[in-house]
């Protein structure tokens, strides 16, 4: 059987991945799961700087998912750097590093910087920034800046580039479609979905931050269709995530298009949540005489 | 020995309208908890709600550990509906401990309400040396007084309506311990748990009076184990400094329990 998937020229040794923001830096889930298991290692974003993040209240369970906002809240790279990357160099996974910048100037930089490091196998870029207040965050929702800022970062950096995008778009296909001319070398998405909860004892939002991401399996079936969407419009590998909980959530998403897959508000509450998630796929796989893993990608397009 | 096991209801106690004590044997190996740690279990096999609840360990026991809990919200209310033998997902002990006070220290320790579940194993581990004061709304909501005061140096009890002893706060009883107190005992620090309300005059008190205090905090979590950022709270003196990250401290993580004095109330 053969679980390796390709994310531009990285190679993963399977298809799970842990989603930006809620693996930490590795570290906080060594302890409760064999991180050499993981197809990749996807850590909290960072920002050349560090960030202290939201004012609290900054999360709030909702049916079947959760409100975050965090604020980005970071170490910044260059701690990251000399305090993280030493202990990933132990694991046999891959690395990628999701960032993010205030400008395009600052994408660049951290890019670069980030490129320079032994130890980092590939970049996310987060352009979604769904928790900056209105008005602010334009480089996931103007096709223009996100062509740009991801042309810059491409011309930039030699590592294999992800673009995340924000799903909070009229047309997702079209901002996958810019993001692969502008020269990403493959698509994460979804990212969370913009929402709020009223406390209607206090009559105000209840985060500080007023708006949130909204995660967990309360998105899957949007986060899905937005796979199957983005599929037909790319030729790029799609790594596909909101709210999976099971191996056949994962599943759902490679038939729909993905090549891979990340674990994200699952990790919050199985720790182990990754690792299962393979043990099924490798289950169904045995079940369904299944060789290749890649076979699945994009099933529901066929005939 | 796992942070994250299996444990099966041994029982699940009505103590009054709203609070349960929930007796839980672990089913695999597990880590010794420290007083002020906590624990988060799943309350619910689907995806609603989602998370895990975090409980401070209320004790230790020889075949797990208690919880001593209220009913406030759809997690607790489900778990007060699990039966004996039931079987649940738990990750810990989780955060910080109250340190353990040193020769020469006098412990005071205040509750107020269900905060007495966070200080128990503390009151069992100095027993006989701490002055415990415990506040709460109601005579019935004052649990295992006979055992509290049995391991107390001295016992306070107040309640809010008067239904049991003095009428009044625990913070009312602080004041007037401390005013009385301060100068025939040597090294008072104390240990609280409570509504932040309480938490923050525990430690202006403390402040004013030039004690050490620990606090144990509580706020919604996702992960708790440091991972997510949600639980966070805000602390002195680093706005400028540049650290941007340390404006912040996890109550999963760094926390539950915090020098008063950290603390940005």
């Known amino acids: 059987m053969n679980l390796e998937v390709k994310i531009g020229k990285l190679i993963l040794k399977n298809p799970v991945m842990t989603a930006s923001g809620t693996f930490g830096y590795g570290q906080e889930y060594a302890e409760f799961i064999d991180l050499n298991r993981l197809g990749a290692v996807v850590v909290k974003g960072l920002s050349l700087l560090p960030k202290v993040g939201n004012p609290p209240p900054r999360i709030i369970e909702t049916p079947a998912g959760m409100l ?20 990933l160099l132990g694991f046999d996974t891959s690395v990628i590093v999701n960032f993010f910048g205030d400008s ?38 103007d096709p223009k800046v996100t062509s740009q800022v991801v042309g810059a970062v491409r011309r930039e950096t030699d590592l294999p580039l992800i673009v995340k995008l ?31 909860v009223i406390d209607i004892k206090k009559r105000r939002p209840v985060l500080g931050n007023l708006t949130g991401g909204l995660s967990g399996p309360a998105i899957r079936p949007v986060a899905v269709r937005m796979v199957y969407e983005v599929y037909k419009a790319v030729k790029i590998p799609i790594i596909g995530m909101g709210g999976i909980m099971s191996a056949g959530d994962a599943l759902e998403f490679m038939i729909a298009g993905a090549t891979a897959v990340a674990v994200g508000t699952a990790n919050f509450i ?30 529901a397009h066929a005939g | 020995m796992s942070r994250y096991f299996r444990a099966r209801i041994k029982s699940n106690l009505p103590l009054n309208r709203n609070h349960r004590l929930l007796s839980l044997v672990n089913m695999e190996r597990m880590k010794d908890p420290l007083p002020g740690q906590f624990y988060m279990l799943e309350v619910s096999k689907g995806n609603d709600p989602l998370l895990k609840r975090a409980f401070s360990l209320f004790r230790r ?19 007060s509906e699990m039966k004996e033998k039931t079987e649940l997902d738990v990750l810990g002990p989780l955060g910080s401990s109250y340190p353990a006070p040193v020769a020469g220290e006098t412990p005071v320790i205040v509750a107020g309400g269900i905060g007495i579940a966070s200080v128990y194993s503390l009151i069992e ?20 007084l006979d055992e509290l005061k049995a391991m107390a140096r001295e016992f306070f009890i107040s309640t809010d309506d008067g239904s049991h002893s003095v009428r009044g706060s625990v913070i009312d009883m602080l004041k007037g311990f401390l005013s009385e107190r301060t100068s025939s005992e040597q090294n008072i620090v104390i240990y609280a748990c409570g509504p932040r309300p309480v938490l923050k005059e525990v430690a202006s008190m403390a402040d004013a009076k030039g004690i050490r205090a620990h606090v144990s905090l509580e706020e919604h979590m996702a992960c708790g184990i440091g991972a997510c950022l949600g639980c966070v709270v805000k602390v002195k003196g680093q706005e400028q400094a540049g650290e941007g990250s340390s404006l912040y401290k996890r109550v999963c993580k760094e926390g539950p329990v915090f020098d008063a004095g950290e603390i940005e109330w």
């Not at chain 1, 299962?276 to 796989?285: F, K, P, Q, W």
């Open chain 1, 68 to 87: 975050n906002a965090i604020g980005l809240q970071n170490i910044g790279i260059e701690k990251f750097i000399s305090e993280k990357v030493p202990f």
């Open chain 2, 125 to 144: 581990q100095v027993r006989g040396s701490a002055y415990l004061l415990y506040g709460a709304r109601e005579k019935d909501d004052l649990f295992m």
């Open chain 1, 270 to 299: 199985k720790p182990s949540s990754t690792v299962e998630i393979l043990d099924g796929i490798v289950s169904y796989m045995e079940a369904e005489k299944l060789e290749e893993i890649s076979s699945l990608t994009g099933a």
């Open chain 1, 166 to 196: 924000s799903p909070n778009v009229t047309d997702i296909s079209l901002m996958a479609r810019v993001a692969e001319e502008a020269g990403a070398d493959a698509l994460s998405l979804i990212n969370t979905l913009t929402g709020m």
């Open chain 1, 104 to 141: 395009v100037e600052e994408y660049v930089k951290a890019a670069g910087r980030l490129s320079s490091v032994d130890g980092i196998h590939g970049l996310e870029m987060n352009i979604s920034c769904p928790n900056k207040q209105a008005g602010w965050c334009i480089f996931g929702t």
């Open chain 2, 61 to 79: 026991t020889s075949e797990g550990f208690d919880i001593l809990y209220r009913i406030q919200g759809k997690g607790t209310a489900l778990l």
